[in-house]
């Protein structure tokens, strides 16, 4: 007999947890500290306003600040490709979400459903790698699956290639920060709405007050409804708020103090199933005539999250040479969800070997019928869950002379512990079964059932000391090189009752299972500045990503990426990725224009995928799983081109090769050689503005700015094996805006061609369609 005691849905603290909320605490504490010493001790004439820690104005994005006390000052010192989306051009492009503003950078992909079917929020590859934990606000980890809204972000960068020198575990592609809306001196006040296709219906304000001559307050909301474009049922409902206080402004001595909640309340769309000819390549149904927006969502289907984060960001100029910085974070998330994904099988019989391709699915469709599809996860994943984490990083940065030699050096620690629980659900046969051709959505006699005893827990924990010096060998010549260890640990728990068991012998499965990794992840640099507009580099580095590093995203079956695989009991070593990279970033017209490029190859080993309908592990985390290899070069320039003419322009080349097998699978020996799965080869992003009103300046007043942009991307393969292909994506933006005395008017319009674009993939099940030709008008005011 099996004795189950209740969950307490309240935070469970290990001891790493204790120690990290020890030293939140006391991160919390010092600045109070500090300020009461500074306050006697410096003097309070200032110099002129000037916005501390904002993001760099839409221009030469090589100056621009990287805002984290971890990396650089600049994009400019980074010896890596980094692409910076800066304010003015969210703005400009009317930007709602995080997914919307990274199609301005090249390489960057979707995938929709990973690990088991059911996260669905945002899920980033770059370069093609998984970068769905490699998510950051102000350089600390977000921690929650959710889908991200614009309404508190100052700006985002993308940092290129295998991080973990300064990040840690995870960052094999890259790692996107977000760059969050600080209170600075001086008032200010925007408020802005705005009305498109769909409907959407969106609000923002955001509010900046100066409280004396060293403090402020900033605030920031928004409401935000959508029925997507060309997409049935499927909507997108947000309410966001955030607060922000800064202490110290335009001293030594800062504090910023941030909150941020932000509520969804969606339908997933997972869009449209792939079908397979008798040869076994997949295409989006789409391409073979239905409708982009038939939309097989359901009155059942929802995706309800709750975030709230709460950020610590403290930096004290001890001297001219040594600042000492505490960064800290701890976020609460939660999550109620139900989804729908379709698939259109190729085979005919699930119980006789082999595949029946008559009277499947894909046959029938391709013949005209209107069969009915099958489901991924079992009818579609439902579950509640529920994560938190926290995370202080405290570093101590210097510039320095010894031996004639100068040193800009860095020391520091990072420590992070997140927790997951989530509580599976099931609607079993009870939604019935759609048609691929006329699929409904209402679903009366629909019972959400909670699969008792088969709740799963995940915890994940990193305790990290970094550190990283550049030396100078002349004023042209230095050499930057960093190390960081980082001790590991992950834990999985499941448990599922004989009764839900689905499979023989039909007895109670417990899995108890827990893994820790030790590892040094190590970068170097060699960088040429021959002039004070140039600087080149030739870099190395090294980054691991252990199993069970993403928990939000991964606690969804027994075998999904969690310690332990199926058995509880396996070893599974981490990923492992090296780059190699060769760039430089150059000005030109006085620093108004910046120019960059990179030549670079990714080296992936113990890669691992998902099948995409039961969210299973197929290969990877053991020392003979797939190799992976992505190999290119980028270009990208911004800027101001002529006077009045700003462009963000960026291109990417990728050429992308499966090196190894897939041990113990059917596809061993097809997949080697193979392209990497979410990788288009040619990428492109151009967005441009003119300010046509300079020319007429003396009988009109005001700003009038005309603008565009292109984003290209080439066709890519959604699954290992290469029978799914993803056709390429082409989409024409246009903009016109008017601006007096405040009073700010524009008109976007999006996909101005009408192209069929797919956002995501997954696998050979599905792949979602995007909107067709839409606009949003914004009406806004500025103080």
């Not at 919307?100 to 995938?111: E, F, H, M, Y």
């Not at 994506?729 to 976007?748: C, P, Q, T």
Request: charged share 20%.
């Amino acid at each position: 007999m099996i004795v189950r005691s209740s969950i307490s849905l309240r935070p469970k603290m290990s001891n790493v947890a204790l120690t990290a909320s020890a030293t939140l605490a006391a991160a919390a504490v010092q600045p109070m500290a500090a300020f009461a010493q500074s306050t006697e001790q410096e003097s309070t004439s200032l110099d002129p306003i000037q916005v501390e820690g904002a993001a760099a104005s839409y221009g030469n994005a090589n100056d621009a600040s990287t805002g984290i006390s971890r990396l650089p000052a600049t994009v400019r010192e980074i010896p890596r490709a980094v692409t910076v989306i800066s304010q003015e051009q969210l703005e400009q492009q009317g930007v709602t979400t995080v997914e919307q503003a990274l199609r301005n950078v090249p390489g960057i992909t979707l995938s929709t459903g990973e690990g088991n079917g059911g996260t669905n929020g945002d899920q980033f590859r770059i370069r093609g790698f998984q970068s769905k934990g490699d998510i950051y606000i102000d350089g600390l980890r977000d921690f929650g699956a959710y889908v991200r809204d614009s309404f508190d972000i100052e700006s985002i960068e993308v940092i290129k290639g295998p991080n973990g020198e300064n990040f840690g575990v995870g960052t094999t592609g890259g790692l996107i920060n977000q760059t969050s809306k600080k209170a600075h001196l001086g008032d200010a006040l925007s408020i802005e709405g705005q009305i498109g296709s769909g409907p959407l219906k969106r609000g923002t304000v955001d509010y900046n007050k100066q409280i004396n001559e060293t403090t402020a307050i900033r605030l920031n909301g928004m409401v935000h409804d959508q029925d997507v474009a060309d997409r049935d049922h499927v909507k997108s409902d947000r309410q966001g708020f955030a607060a922000a206080l800064g202490f110290g402004l335009g001293t030594d001595t800062t504090w910023s103090l941030n909150y941020m909640y932000q509520h969804n309340n969606r339908k997933p769309d997972y869009g449209v199933p792939f079908i397979a000819d008798a040869n076994g390549r997949w295409r989006p149904a789409t391409e073979l005539g239905l409708s982009r927006s038939t939309s097989y969502v359901r009155a059942t289907d929802k995706d309800v999250t709750n975030a709230h984060v709460v950020t610590s960001l403290f930096s004290k100029e001890v001297n001219d040479w040594l600042t000492i910085s505490s960064e800290s974070r701890v976020g609460f998330y939660d999550r109620d969800y139900s989804s729908t994904a379709p698939g259109c099988s190729n085979d005919a019989s699930s119980s006789t070997p082999g595949v029946q391709y008559d009277g499947s699915c894909s046959q029938q469709f391709l013949a005209g019928g209107n069969p009915l599809i099958t489901y991924g996860a079992g009818g579609g994943l439902s579950y509640k869950q529920r994560t938190w984490g926290l995370e202080n990083t405290t570093t101590a940065k210097a510039e320095f002379e010894t031996g004639g030699l100068k040193h800009k050096a860095l020391v520091g620690v990072n420590v992070y512990y997140q927790d997951d629980h989530r509580e599976p659900a099931s609607y079993g046969q009870t939604r019935g079964n759609q048609t691929i051709r006329d699929p409904f959505y209402n679903t009366p006699n629909a019972v959400r059932t909670r699969v008792v005893g088969n709740d799963r827990d995940a915890t994940a924990s990193d305790v990290a000391l970094f550190a990283n010096d550049r030396v100078w060998f002349t004023d042209q010549i230095s050499v930057m090189g960093a190390l960081r260890w980082d001790n590991f640990k992950s834990k999985f728990y499941s448990f599922t009752p004989a009764a839900a068991d689905t499979t023989a012998p039909f007895e109670d499965v417990e899995i108890n299972s827990k893994q820790s990794d030790s590892k040094l992840s190590r970068s170097v640099a060699l960088m040429f500045e021959p002039q004070s507009n140039q600087t080149y580099y030739v870099s190395y580095a090294r980054s691991y990503t252990p199993i069970g590093t993403n928990v939000a995203t991964q606690a969804g079956n027994a075998t999904s990426e969690v310690p332990g695989g199926a058995s509880g009991n396996l070893k599974l070593d981490p990923e492992k990725a090296d780059l190699y990279e060769f760039g430089g970033k150059i000005d030109l017209m006085d620093g108004r224009l910046g120019l960059s490029g990179s030549v670079f190859q990714i080296d992936k080993s113990n890669a691992y995928d998902v099948d995409p309908t039961t969210g299973d592990v197929i290969g990877g985390f053991s020392d003979a799983s797939q190799k992976r290899r992505v190999r290119g070069f980028e270009l990208g320039a911004t800027g101001e081109l002529a006077p009045g003419l700003n462009i963000q322009f960026g291109y990417a080349y990728l050429d992308s090769k499966i090196r190894g097998e897939t041990p113990g699978t059917a596809a061993a020996s097809s997949v080697k050689g193979n392209d990497v799965p979410y990788v288009s080869k040619h990428n492109a992003a151009l967005w441009a503005t003119y300010e046509l009103s300079r020319h007429f300046a003396d009988k009109m007043p005001g700003k009038l700015v005309v603008g565009g942009g292109i984003q290209y991307a080439s066709a890519y393969w959604a699954d290992p094996a290469n029978t799914a292909r993803v056709p390429k994506s082409f989409s024409l933006d246009g903009l016109i805006s008017y601006e007096y005395e405040g009073v700010r008017v524009a008109l976007n319009g999006y996909n101005l061609t009408n192209e069929l674009n797919y956002t995501s993939a997954q696998g050979t099940g599905r792949v979602v369609p995007g909107s067709g030709r839409t606009v949003l008008l914004s009406l806004g005011y500025k103080m």
